[in-house]
């Protein structure tokens, strides 16, 4: 199995299908995931892309930019604007529209990563309700950190943590997971090494990998985090713990 991944802001994404936008691949299997494939999709004022996949779930999160997610067979209309999540089921065509003036970035999760042979499958019109994290409840991940849990699914749990200026024990979980910093900057400490985090860092922790998230910042550290298979943020276990 991979030991834990941690790739910084500053890739370069590969062209879309429309002229004035791109994506950019930051895990996937190659990295040792088993569940999950995250990706950044950015597009320009007016630029659209299809979203979702036949053999997988797609989870969003919009992270910059306002625009529409138009889904389903009737092509429903759903505002999107930053800290808006959504699940798009396989087999639900779908795609984003940037509808506003600045740069339109959503981070998405496949899972499980899709493959990319031929798919013969009809598509599903099912509804697609997108939600805002403001409107989910802060629960406690312990002593200055707390989280939202977005999207639950049958194959992950999507949520955003945020941490105060603290440094959480070393602890694992049962289940593989995809970080995203959306804000702040601090330290990932994973294994047996520190690794310094920005906006844009990608983390990749495979099951059983001790770690925790620091934040050396004036503000929070926000997170988006993505489990396979679903799990909470909550549900740990404290390394320090085992030692005594």
């Given amino acids: 199995m991979a030991g834990a991944l941690v790739r910084q802001p500053g890739g370069v994404g590969q062209p879309l299908q429309a002229p004035a936008g791109s994506f950019q691949v930051l895990l996937d299997p190659a990295a ?23 053999g997988a779930d797609d989870v969003l999160y919009v992270a910059r930019g306002s625009g529409l997610l ?46 990319d042979g031929f798919f013969t499958m009809e598509a599903r019109d099912l509804p697609i309700t997108p939600l805002h994290e403001d409107e989910r409840q802060q629960l406690s991940a312990g002593e200055d950190r707390y989280f939202k849990l977005l999207i639950e699914s049958d194959h992950v749990t999507q949520f955003v943590g945020f941490i105060g200026r603290s440094k959480a024990p070393p602890h694992t979980h049962a ?35 001790s770690h925790c998230l620091e934040n050396q910042g004036p503000g929070l550290l926000k997170v988006l985090g993505v489990f396979s298979p679903p799990g909470s943020p909550a549900d740990k276990k404290d390394m320090l713990a085992d030692r005594r």
């Fill in 32 to 54: 040792g995931s088993e569940g999950l494939l995250q990706r950044v999709l950015e597009l320009a004022p007016g630029a659209s892309c299809a979203v979702g996949h036949p």
């Fill in 70 to 115: 138009v889904s389903g067979l009737g092509e429903a209309k759903n505002s999107i604007r930053p800290g808006t999540a959504a699940l798009v089921p396989s087999k639900v065509p779908a795609h984003l529209v940037n509808t506003g003036t600045e740069d339109l970035m959503v981070v998405s999760v496949l899972s499980p990563p899709p493959f």
């Fill in 175 to 209: 289940y593989e997971e995809a970080i995203y910093v959306l804000d702040g900057e601090g330290l990932v400490h994973a294994e047996d090494s520190t690794t310094p985090i920005r906006p844009g860092t990608s983390i990749f922790l495979p099951p059983s990998t």
